[in-house]
């Protein structure tokens, strides 16, 4: 069971159109974090958001927690080539055990055509 | 300031063999993490190392193993390679071992098995 569900999974589109990415549990997590991995370099860091209802935004990207804190979306505005890349989410929670654990989401391929 | 470094870039291998990935972490980073990134699965969690102790471990066979020295560069070995191995092997190291710290990743090593 993938405890953080990413969609959509595949996205193409044109220059300068909008998108949003979506990344979704049934799980509560304590903090989530956004990472972006272009073809042959590991994933970099883009934002931690801790906060239930918090927005934080990065030029062109506005990242979004639940206020559940169990689902965050990324939404970029005009897109841009540079865009193109392994959008990926992934959230801290505490197990059973009482550790904390960080999972990954499988990511969104996003590409952006000239 | 150096970042991750993974070494070596590109591997390949036939079943059966044996290999050794090698991690450095950034400089004054006690932690490191080991994942398997193989196509349609995202970042699967393998190990995790802090302060030269293995800390947890994901849902991988024993064959999977590895450890931390004490300058905290980290080794990973998988014994007896299947072709379901292949798949690119991230490292990535946190200041401390808590794990909603943001990861900083290498750039990763390609398995291939034949």
């Known amino acids: 069971t993938q405890l953080l569900e990413q969609s959509p999974q595949f996205l193409s589109i044109q220059e300068g159109e909008n998108l949003t990415v979506y990344c979704n549990s049934s799980?509560?997590?304590?903090?989530l974090q956004w990472y972006r991995q272009e073809p042959g370099e590991g994933p970099v860091l883009l934002v931690t958001v801790v906060t239930g209802g918090e927005v934080k935004k990065l030029k062109r990207l506005t990242f979004q927690f639940g206020d559940a804190r169990k689902d965050s979306s990324l939404h970029i505005t005009a897109a841009q080539p540079g865009d193109t890349g392994l959008y990926l989410c992934?959230?801290?929670?505490?197990?059973?055990?009482?550790?904390?654990?960080?999972?990954f989401g499988k990511g969104m391929k996003l590409t952006v055509n000239p | 300031e150096a970042g991750v470094t993974q070494s070596p870039t590109h591997l390949i291998k036939t079943r059966g063999q044996q290999v050794t990935l090698r991690c450095s972490p950034i400089s004054g980073h006690t932690s490191v993490y080991w994942y398997q990134q193989a196509l349609g699965l995202g970042l699967q969690f393998l190990l995790w190392y802090d302060e030269g102790e293995e800390r947890n471990r994901g849902n991988f066979p024993p064959r999977f193993s590895g450890r931390q020295f004490p300058n905290y560069s980290s080794e990973l070995n998988v014994n007896a390679l299947e072709l379901e191995d292949s798949a690119l092997y991230l490292c990535a190291s946190v200041p401390t071992g808590y794990s909603n710290q943001p990861q900083h990743f290498g750039d990763g090593t390609r398995l291939s098995i034949l």
């Open positions: 799980s509560v997590f304590s903090s």
């Open positions: 992934a959230g801290t929670y505490l197990t059973q055990g009482g550790s904390e654990k960080l999972v």
